[in-house]
Every structure is written in C-alpha cells, then in structure tokens.
C-alpha cells in the first residue's frame, strides 16, 4: 500500500496550468537553468500519445500502475492530469527539481484519502499562509501545495528542496520573478505550435557527460529542443545559441558529420534502413551565432517505422520491484527546525491522530 502511495505521487507529478497545455512562463522562476514543459493532454491525444498506450508493455509503461492508483486516490494520471512543467535553479537536474502541475479537481479527493492513511508519513503545514504538505521521513522529505485555478482545475506544486519549493509558490503568487519578466538563464525561445514536449537549457554544463552531444551542448550558451504534432505530422525543432558564428559553425559541422555517420551505419544495417528517409528530411541551418535543426515527417508513417523496428529487435521491457523503504519512525526523527520554518501549525490533529495510531 505505501508503494503505491509512493508511486501515486510519483506519476502525479512527473507523468502530468488553469487551462492544459501551453508552456505559461510566469509559473517559472527567474533564476531557472532548465526546464522541461509536457503537455500530458495533447500528448494522449496525438498519434505519438496512442502508440505509448498501444505498445505500452513494449516501452516499459505499466499502465496497471494507473489503475491501481486510480482504485486507491480516485485519480486517473491519463485522464486527470493535464500538464507539467519540471524546471531548476542549480547544476545538477533532479536535486533541485521544482514540478508544477495541472490536473482536475480529482486531485482534492486524492489528497484526503493520503492524509487519511495512516501509514503514510505526511503533515498538514502552512508556509506564507498557504495550506502545504510535507511528505516523507527526516532527510527524504517532500513537498506538496494544491492551489485552486477554477472549478475544475488544480495547480500542484512538488519538490524535495523547500527553499526552491517556497520561491515557486512566491512565484506563482506574483511575489517573485519569472522568466515570463524577461530576465531568464535560459533560451527565450517558446514551444511551436502543437508542442508536446518543450525543453530549454541556459546552464548547459549540468547536462554534461562524454557523449557526442555534450560536447556539442558544452560549446553553446543554451539550447531549446521540441516535439509537436499538428494534423498528423510530427516536427522537431532545436536550436543551440553559440558563443560566436565561428563557434556556430564549427558545431554545425559537428552535426552534420553526426548524422553522415548515422546514414552511414544505417546502410551496413538492412533492418534501420526505415530511418534513412527520416535523416534525410533532417535539416541544419546556421544564421550568425545561431543552428537550428529540424524535421517533418508524417507521424503515422514514422510510428508505423518504429513499430517494425521494435518487432524486430524483440522491444519487450522490463518491470523492476523496488523495496519498501519508508522508515516507520518518521514522526520520531522529526527535525524541530522544519517547524520553525513553516507558520504557525494550524492543524496539528493529523499529526496527533497518526501517533495515536502508533501507539
């Protein structure tokens, strides 16, 4: 049971503004480094979307897990949650993670039946005069706010960091900047038209590794990668901002040879032979300090490619277990700094009545 309350936040969070969809720039911090917007709703509704569902137990998505959590917290993730942006302020993606949400307002329902389980750690606080969650043992703790954005729309702030979890909710109260003011770490480009997935990139160092595409990334001031669909034809655009049109040329031909190489294994592989005519509807221009890349292709007949291709190479996935790991002393280890942070506890009855239970 705590495993999946464990996983029903999880994938409310990460799976997942008033209304769905666009990227909104003013929910985002100023001194963001990252940020990656996915519009859960159109995504579900695309071709891309229903070939996920279709070929779930081929790409590892356990849509069991869904269900299971819909039976438990009354929210269904591919109906309920509408979108999500993830962004962060630091070097290192994931440690400082900021996830704001849209869903419905299922959401409310979800929240009572956690608080009303008595073998999940949470707290009801309230931090800047709104009613907050912290969720989790003294040093794996989490964040949680759920905001009203009309009749049926919620806005779900998430984080481990509280100091980052508490400038999102000043940012989202308009009592801190956003990158939507025009001072931004971060390319200013916007989603197209149609855009499921939207990622930008200003500290392009935390990205970092060996690859091929690191050290191209690492050559650049920032980049912006996108994925949208529009009457059935996928396109993706990315752009990289270098230092210099030098720099920007010398990456040009970084990428160009990248994919010379790529058409090249491909001929000495009859079976990715399908992915020839995706390279050449590839696209590189350089203008200035600028490279922008692109492609169009039908989506059908892309999925179609792809499908063969994993049933060729078998494309079954694997599921892994993962141990329970809450630690039933929680409330014992609490820290009474966090106290001090949060405002007055205005509803310290959750709290009492878990430890009751305990006792």
Not at 121 to 131: A, F, T
Not at 148 to 169: E, H, Q, T, Y
């Amino acid at each position: 049971m705590k495993n999946l309350m464990t996983a029903t936040l999880a994938t409310l969070l990460l799976a997942s503004v008033t209304a769905a969809g666009p990227l909104e720039k003013a929910r985002v911090a100023a001194d963001a480094t990252w940020l990656i917007h996915v519009d859960v709703e159109r995504l579900l509704d695309s071709a891309v979307g229903r070939f996920l569902l279709e070929h779930a137990e081929e790409l590892d998505i356990d849509l069991d897990e869904f269900d299971k959590i819909k039976r438990e917290v009354g929210v269904d993730p591919r109906t309920d949650l509408k979108s999500v942006t993830l962004y962060g302020t630091g070097d290192e993606p994931g440690e400082d993670a900021i996830i704001v949400a849209v869903t419905t307002a299922r959401v409310d329902e979800a929240i009572k039946r956690l608080l009303a389980n008595d073998d999940l750690p949470i707290r009801r606080r309230k931090l800047n005069g709104k009613r907050v969650y912290v969720i989790g043992e003294k040093g794996h703790r989490h964040y949680l706010s759920i905001q009203r954005a009309g009749a049926d729309r919620r806005i779900v702030v998430f984080s481990d960091d509280k100091r980052g979890f508490r400038n999102a909710l000043n940012v989202l109260a308009d009592e801190a900047p956003s990158i939507s003011m025009g001072r931004s770490n971060i390319p200013a480009d916007d989603p197209q038209e149609g855009s499921l997935v939207f990622l930008s990139v200003g500290d392009i160092d935390a990205f970092g590794d060996d690859g091929p595409a690191s050290q191209i990334i690492r050559m650049s001031d920032g980049f912006t990668a996108d994925l949208a669909e529009v009457n059935g034809v996928l396109t993706g655009r990315a752009s990289v901002n270098a230092e210099s049109p030098e720099t920007a040329n010398d990456i040009s031909q970084v990428l160009r040879g990248l994919v010379a190489l790529g058409r090249l294994m491909v001929t000495q592989q009859p079976e990715l032979a399908p992915l020839l005519e995706l390279a050449d509807s590839l696209n590189i221009r350089t203008r200035d300090s600028r490279i922008s890349i692109s492609i169009r292709y039908d989506a059908v007949e892309l999925l179609k490619k792809a499908e063969r291709l994993m049933r060729q190479h078998g494309g079954a996935g694997h599921r892994h277990d993962h141990d329970d790991d809450w630690d039933d002393d929680w409330d014992d280890d609490w820290d009474d700094n966090d106290d001090d942070w949060f405002d007055d506890d205005d509803d310290r009855r959750h709290r009492t009545r878990h430890k009751r239970s305990r006792d």
